[in-house]
């Protein structure tokens, strides 16, 4: 599965081989020492992934779970008659599936997918930049691109990348399109960054968001064996990024272990940390709505106006 997509999940590796994820992790080690592959936090790539850009078949095929809860959560941090920013990338091809259903909204983006899931919208605006094609992600990069972008301004940049760590923000693989990303946050007065759990941890070759200009995150849950990625989510936490956490059917989370004895998780009361998603039928962790619809916000260290409050920790962020 590595060689035929470039990258993978532990979580897609446990589903495809029914088994569990502890045994898929010590199989992982095992490989790794082989010099296989390499072991990114919660999935693997081929050898030499820190440079190495999967072509879209490959990553549309990947983490198709956790991108689908993520667009989901995502989608109700956009306002009716709001101006955005979405860029290229899969899992934001699948927020934009969602943001066809919201009235009166522009959408100004990079990405021929993107803009196909819109294509069809009512009330949906769609303004696409210039510049060159790029075959991997049907993005569009360069300077026409760049020079496009210049003099927008709109209220949110909704964006993914190959790489998300709290020391450098969200990365990517490729130059040109790190360069565009940063003219698209530039644009926005608020920068969103969808990204799931496998890129949490993971570093790659361009700086496209600093973590200090990263408003939201919005992310599942991390297997409860990926501790790694937990501590990752915990330090953005503590760097000022709101952390929304989306929770994936079928799925034991690292959240859920840890509310198992204090009301959070499958079967607890609504009103202890979760709310009733009605369009899908399933609880969902708060996120920190914009507007006349915010709810209470899932604060970091750095969120909260006045005194400095203690630092949170992980588990209790996600309750919020």
């Known amino acids: 599965m590595v060689r035929a997509n470039g990258a993978v999940s532990l979580r897609e590796l446990a589903r495809v081989v029914q088994t569990s994820e502890v045994t898929v992790r010590r199989d992982v080690r095992a490989l790794e020492a082989e010099g296989l592959l390499d072991r990114r936090h919660g999935g693997a790539v081929l050898p030499g992934g820190f440079t190495r850009e999967s072509g879209f078949p490959q990553k549309s095929h990947l983490a198709t779970a956790e991108k689908t809860a993520i667009a989901d959560l995502a989608a109700g941090l956009v306002n009716e008659g709001e101006a955005i920013v979405v860029g290229a990338g899969t899992t934001t091809q699948e927020l934009a599936r969602r943001l066809a259903r919201v009235p009166g909204l522009t959408v100004v983006t990079n990405s021929l997918l993107v803009a196909q899931a819109l294509a069809h919208a009512n009330r949906v605006e769609v303004v696409m930049t210039g510049g060159t094609l790029r075959g991997s992600n049907y993005g569009l990069v360069g300077s026409g ?148 619809r915010r709810h209470q916000p899932l604060r970091s260290a750095q969120a909260v106006g006045g005194a400095e409050p203690p630092t949170p920790r992980l588990a209790d962020v996600r309750r919020r």
């Open 145 to 292: 691109a760049e020079q496009s972008l210049q003099g927008l301004r709109v209220s949110r940049a909704f964006l993914s990348g190959a790489g998300l760590t709290a020391e450098r923000g969200l990365s990517t693989s490729n130059m040109l399109a790190a360069s565009v990303d940063r003219a698209l946050v530039q644009a926005a007065a608020e920068v969103v960054v969808l990204a799931d759990h496998t890129k949490l941890g993971a570093d790659t070759m361009f700086q496209t968001v600093p973590t200090d200009l990263i408003t939201h995150l919005v992310t599942d849950d991390p297997p409860v064996e990926d501790e790694r990625a937990g501590t990752e989510l915990q330090a953005l936490a503590d760097r000022g990024v709101q952390i929304v956490v989306a929770q994936v059917p079928g799925t034991v989370s690292a959240a859920a272990s840890a509310g198992a004895g204090a009301g959070v998780g499958p079967g607890a009361n609504p009103g202890a940390g979760t709310s009733p998603d009605a369009s899908h039928g399933r609880p969902r962790r708060e996120a920190p709505l914009p507007g006349p």
